[in-house]
């Protein structure tokens, strides 16, 4: 069962080391990010899975960064022009870590943890096809939370990147609407306003953790999970939502 969950936006510009000069204009993001993992450890749990979109084209359904990623699992900062490399929590003793780097949102989850000193529970990852149909990110979120006892789940997307003019996607004025709906449904934990979000909509306003989000939403289906909302924002035209359930 999903006893509590973070969700968190996912650009390498939460590290320091990458946004470099500009790292304290996200100071408060990062303050609220640690303050939701700090909500799952405080849960106890008997596994934390990260999930987040994988890497590649949002217009495909099957990026080749998609599906799970074992603990001890590597990612790099590398391509956006930083020498850090951080490990999805830790390799049981004697298990390789040889295998497929993370995709982008869960190294920037990894990264989390490790500026968060997580030591609790295995921590594993799973990438999602950014176009993946609502039905079927809820159906796996039922299928993760199903996994063990106790699963806290850190959710790792960003909101709509067309907010403004200098956004990565330009702006469109249905952006800042499409944020302000998910960010009250994933700040009060309402399960059917995350399920209706509409996937069209969000790939045309490049939102990132629509996907994610609805899995969050098929795992605490029944697990009477309260929401409270740690920041928003859109820095650099890009929505960002921080929240803690539990």
Same mark, same amino acid.
């Given at each position: ?14 590290? /320091? ?6 790292? *304290? ?13 700090? $909500? ?8 934390? $899975? #990260? $999930?987040? /979109? ?27 022009? $930083?020498?850090? !490399? ?6 049981? !003793? ?6 497929? *780097?993370? *995709? ?16 609790? =529970? ?7 096809? *950014? ?19 106790? #699963?806290?789940?850190? #959710? ?10 200098? =956004? ?10 499409? !944020? ?11 399960? !059917? ?8 909509? =969000? ?44």
């Amino acid at each position: 069962m999903l006893v509590a969950a973070a969700v968190c936006p996912c650009p390498p510009l939460l590290v /320091p080391e990458v946004a470099a000069g500009a790292a *304290p204009e996200l100071d408060a993001a990062r303050d609220a990010c640690l303050d939701a993992v700090g $909500v799952l450890a405080a849960a106890r749990p008997d596994l934390l $899975v #990260v $999930v987040g /979109p994988g890497d590649g084209s949002s217009g495909s359904d099957d990026p080749p960064t998609v599906g799970p990623y074992p603990p001890g699992a590597h990612g790099t900062f590398r391509g956006v022009g $930083v020498d850090l !490399d951080v490990t999805l929590g830790h390799a049981p !003793d004697g298990a390789t870590t040889a295998g497929r *780097p993370l *995709p982008q949102s869960l190294t920037v989850g990894a990264w989390l943890l490790g500026r968060a000193h997580w030591t609790g =529970a295995p921590a594993e990852g799973l990438a999602l096809p *950014p176009t993946a149909a609502p039905e079927d990110c809820a159906e796996a979120g039922r299928a993760v939370a199903g996994r063990a006892g106790r #699963v806290a789940l850190l #959710v790792m997307g960003d909101g709509s990147a067309c907010r403004t003019l200098k =956004a990565p996607g330009y702006l469109d004025d249905r952006a800042a609407a499409f !944020d302000a709906r998910a960010t009250e449904a994933l700040g009060s934990a309402d399960l !059917d306003a995350i399920a209706e979000l509409d996937a069209a909509l =969000a790939h045309e306003l490049k939102v990132a953790g629509r996907a994610p989000w609805q899995l969050l939403g098929g795992a605490a289906r029944d697990a009477g999970l309260a929401g409270r909302l740690l920041y928003e924002d859109a820095p650099y035209g890009v929505g960002y939502t921080v929240a803690a359930w539990s």
